[in-house]
């Protein structure tokens, strides 16, 4: 059991606005717990001041607008885009107005030096040429089977799709492919999941939109929610707008399948996560939708189709324990209960907690068990609006932790501050309990946060965090959790000639147990994590056995692993390859 199994739930309250009327009792309304000195050193030192990135999301409300594109917040991915096994951190911007004209600001790339040091690469790699969108999400993933990883940047009435390239003069560089690639997109879109649906190889993509605001369209501004001062409208005076399916036609172009796979065109989405819920190894779609029920598409076709039923009600992920549909915001899934099956968490609104569904599913049935209370999360409360969250062993104990960031996506809530403390949830044998945070840096203090990326920053075998807030410079966190005595491994996946890796898992056996691994597209609020996956190993020093469940219906074990090292293992192909700890 780890002194920190961090489940950061930062539930950052995205756009799930309450309804004017009262929500019927829930354990939700639980006071959060005690805050009292925090237990131990800081898991994490706050680096922002001496990293290199200094940067904020800016959401344009200087301007007086009220608009609830303003309540959405920024996103962050980590992508290695040049290939030198370093994660870098790409930020979206937001973005302004000009009279009723919405406006996007200038996206940002920093470079990773090593030893936590960064440099901002955005012009170097050609994005300061780019014309982004009033932005929001952003995702990585190599769409084209090239070996490298590119950008597709989600927000206001446009998505931007941004091909890796050789850069002329030298290195690698982003060039804008969106008129030509089919994503032509008009809507307002927020997250942005991919997986290969169709089992050809190629990742479909799965957008998330919200709701119909618009200046011309749909701007009502008569709000309030304490009678008399206006703010941000409730999601109720929003129509849903359709999310979209774009099938990847293996040439660099995309196609809009939404009408032929009949999708639902009843949730405002927030969210995104391609998983495998069902142990086939065939990546599966959960949205999560703001005030309406949340989506599960289970993937139901053959190798060579697209087809999909969407079962989120019948398989108990839509709507919680009391039946009702939350406003639904950030994602994760994870093998939480060393179980072999990947549950999933959402965070959600304010008197609302958060929802864990456990995974109970069979070979002959996909079902999911509300497992909040029972699990210790409900411990924290309903006083929370959390976005952006994710499942990772901080500690290195072999049990996958939850961080959890909030903020509100009111200017004025009646109740509570605006600006949130993130949530740590620490995974003690499958049961979590909320640790207070009171002296510990950055965790101790309130932010309107949003997006939240996890990953190994350093490659020293912790996983890190880079938080964006609203008009809040990011935050960078570096793992500081002493773990002496104890390992890690982690596993980057290669599909055969570069497929697609989504839906695939990993079955990691030592004497301590065995644990899975889900390769995953999407998740949190509009988030792109390490694509690596990592294990805490606690005190085992050697993996007995690994076996991969490739996508393909291949099934490989993996000898030769060895423990606190990073080490790519490719379908078909020749013994895994061990990175350098620490470039």
Known sequence: MGIFAVSVLIAVALVAIPACSSPPPSTATAPARDEEEAPGPPPFADVTATCGIGFTYRNGEEAGNFAIIESLGGGVALIDFDGDGLLDVFLPAGGHYEGKQVLGHPCKLYRNLGGFKFADATAGAGLDKVAFQYSHGAAAFDYDRDGWTDLLVTGYNRLVLLHNEPNPAGGRRFVDVTPKSGLSDALWSTSAAWGDLDGDGYPEVYVCHY????????????????????????????????????????????????????????????????????????????????????????????????????????????????????????????????????????????????????????????????????????????????WGTGFSDFDLDGWEDIMIVSGHAIRFPTKIDRRQKPVLLSNQNGKFKPLATAGWPYLRDPHNARGIALGDLDNDGKIDAVVSHLNEPVAVLQNVTPTDGRHWIGINLVGAKNANSVGARVVIETAGGKQTKFARGGGSYGTTNDPRLHAGLGADTKINKATVYWPSGKVEEIAGLEPDAYWTVTEGGPKPEKAAAKP
């Open 211 to 386: 709701g119909n605001w618009g200046f011309e369209t749909n701007h009502p501004t008569d709000c309030t929610y304490n009678g008399k001062t206006r703010d941000v409208c409730q999601p109720a005076k929003f129509k849903p707008l359709p999310h979209t399916i774009y099938q990847n036609n293996r040439d660099g172009t995309f196609t809009d399948v939404t009408p032929k796979l009949k999708l639902r065109k009843d949730g405002k989405g927030i969210g995104a996560l391609l998983v495998d819920v069902n142990n086939d190894a065939r990546p599966d779609i959960y949205a999560a939708n703001d005030t309406d029920d949340n989506f599960l598409y289970v993937n139901r076709g053959k190798p060579g189709e697209l087809v999909l039923e969407e079962m989120g009600l019948f398989a108990g992920v839509a709507r919680d324990d009391r039946g009702i549909a939350n406003g639904s915001m950030g994602l994760g899934a994870s093998d939480y209960d060393r179980t072999g099956r990947a549950s999933i968490f959402v965070t959600n609104y304010e008197n609302e907690l958060p929802a864990l569904y456990k995974n109970q599913s069979t070979d002959r049935q996909v079902r999911f068990l509300h497992n909040t209370v029972p699990s210790g999360i409900g411990a924290i409360g309903g006083n929370y609006v959390s």
